[in-house]
């Protein structure tokens, strides 16, 4: 069974631009989060999908949107871009919103100049 | 409010016994995760605890005491490639679910 995928690996932008990133769930798997991880805050809660709902949202500002699709892919964007948001976008997918396991995918690593 | 606590850094002899702590407090505790985490690699999982009690698996236990919002990650018969982060999560039932990571703790196997 193949596992997280995201895409790109890689992204470099340039600050006020904005940025896709895509993440396709385990086969099967419902729920979607997303996760920003810095050295200095560590791994943050974006938010979560479930069947296509956003179930969740960490506290992050308005900037950062995402959805989920039919096919339970997902995601985010993140508009006007900042030098802080450079930093690695992890998704990670589990079977239902009452699953306690999550499967990580390798992450898209940002950065903004 | 929620916070997770764990050291930043643990350095270890190959062969030897580690234990990583996590102290946290939430409004809603609903299970304790373990993650460890390789550099520039993705968090895999490692274990689940929802009750009090040690659960076992392999090399790796876990402990959680929710009295005293306490886990630990112990890590037996330490290997060089058990050098990774490993990262204590709570999810939290008042927000429906979500998961609260800490900061991580860098380990260091030492031969």
């Known amino acids: 069974k193949a596992g997280v995928t995201q895409t790109p690996r890689y992204l470099i932008k340039t600050r006020g631009q904005q940025v896709t990133l895509s993440c396709s769930p385990i086969?099967?798997?419902?729920?979607v989060s997303w996760y920003q991880q810095t050295p200095g805050q560590g791994l943050q809660f974006l938010f979560e999908?479930?069947?296509?709902?956003?179930?969740n949202k960490g506290n992050f500002p308005g900037r950062f949107s995402g959805r989920q699709f039919s096919n339970s892919r997902s995601e985010m964007n993140v508009s006007t871009l900042e030098l802080g948001d450079s930093a690695l976008y992890l998704c990670?997918?589990?079977?239902?919103?009452?699953?306690?396991?999550?499967?990580f995918g390798p992450g898209t690593r940002l950065t903004v100049t | 409010g929620q916070n997770i606590d764990q050291p930043t850094e643990m350095t270890a002899t190959e062969g030897a016994i580690v234990q990583i702590n996590c102290t946290y407090q939430?409004?809603?505790?609903?299970?304790l995760f373990w993650y460890q985490q390789h550099a520039g690699e993705a968090p895999t999982f490692l274990s689940y605890?929802?009750?009090?009690g040690l659960e076992e698996k392999g090399r790796f236990s876990s402990f959680l005491s929710r009295s005293k919002g306490y886990s630990y990650l112990l890590l037996k018969e330490l290997q060089m490639k058990d050098s990774a982060s490993y990262l204590c999560?709570?999810?939290?039932?008042?927000?429906?679910?979500?998961?609260?990571f800490g900061s991580g703790t860098r380990l260091l196997v030492r031969p």
């Open positions: 939430t409004s809603g505790f609903n299970g």
């Open positions: 999560a709570v999810r939290d039932l008042d927000s429906s679910y979500k998961l609260i």
């Open positions: 605890n929802v009750l009090d």
């Open positions: 990670a997918s589990s079977l239902s919103d009452s699953t306690y396991e999550q499967y």
């Open positions: 999908y479930f069947s296509e709902t956003q179930r």
């Open positions: 086969s099967g798997h419902r729920s």
